[in-house]
């Protein structure tokens, strides 16, 4: 008899990923952002893209006027790490 074994699709590696819609590339920017109508200046969202979707993310939110800054993901995590000390 031989048991029937599920794989999940799921990752259990911690590397982000994209935040385009489907995509399940690795991030490799991030992409701050806020919406002056409900966020306080110095607030920043966060979306990660990985190079295929950059910059059609950095249009979707500059066209709307969100777009802070973009800088590579290891950027922003060592920028998080001094922040941190």
């Known amino acids: 008899m031989t ?3 599920s794989v999940s699709d799921e990752t259990t590696d911690e590397t ?3 935040s385009a819609k489907g ?26 893209a990985c190079d295929e979707h ?16 973009v800088v590579t993901l290891a950027e922003w995590e060592s920028a998080g790490s001094a922040a941190d000390r």
């Open 16 to 18: 982000p990923s994209c």
């Open 54 to 69: 950059r910059e059609h993310l950095s249009q979707f939110l500059g066209v709307r006027g969100f777009l802070k800054d």
């Open 3 to 5: 048991d029937n074994v």
């Open 23 to 48: 995509c399940r590339a690795a991030a490799v920017w991030v992409l701050a952002w806020n919406n002056p109508k409900i966020h306080t200046p110095e607030r920043r969202k966060t979306w990660l």
